[in-house]
């Protein structure tokens, strides 16, 4: 299933995910970093969801409360208490 996440407080503007039986196919920033981002993305794919989140839960960008790593985080986790 591909779904969407608008970021808060980083610069990326939305995160575009596509999951597949609890598993992250791929991951895709709009803005933000980009050699930072796609590295995030591509160590994310293959993995699955709770390690993901496990990994970058709360990893902070100097002074800003989140990061694009964390907000990866957050979108899964949004996704999984939707999904149920």
């Known amino acids: 299933?591909?779904?969407s996440y608008k970021t808060k407080g980083v610069c990326s503007r939305a995160i575009h995910i596509v999951e597949e039986n609890g598993i992250v196919k791929s991951?895709?920033?709009?803005?933000?970093?980009?050699?930072?981002?796609?590295?995030v993305a591509a160590l994310?794919?293959?993995?699955?969801?709770?390690?993901?989140?496990g990994r970058l839960s709360g990893i902070k960008c100097g002074f800003?409360?989140?990061?694009?790593?964390?907000?990866?985080?957050?979108?899964?986790?949004?996704?999984?208490?939707?999904?149920?």
């Open 44 to 53: 994310a794919a293959g993995m699955g969801i709770d390690e993901v989140i």
């Open 27 to 39: 991951v895709k920033f709009d803005g933000g970093c980009s050699g930072n981002t796609q590295g």
């Open 1 to 3: 299933m591909e779904f």
């Open 64 to 84: 800003k409360n989140t990061s694009c790593p964390d907000q990866l985080a957050k979108a899964l986790e949004e996704y999984k208490n939707r999904k149920g």
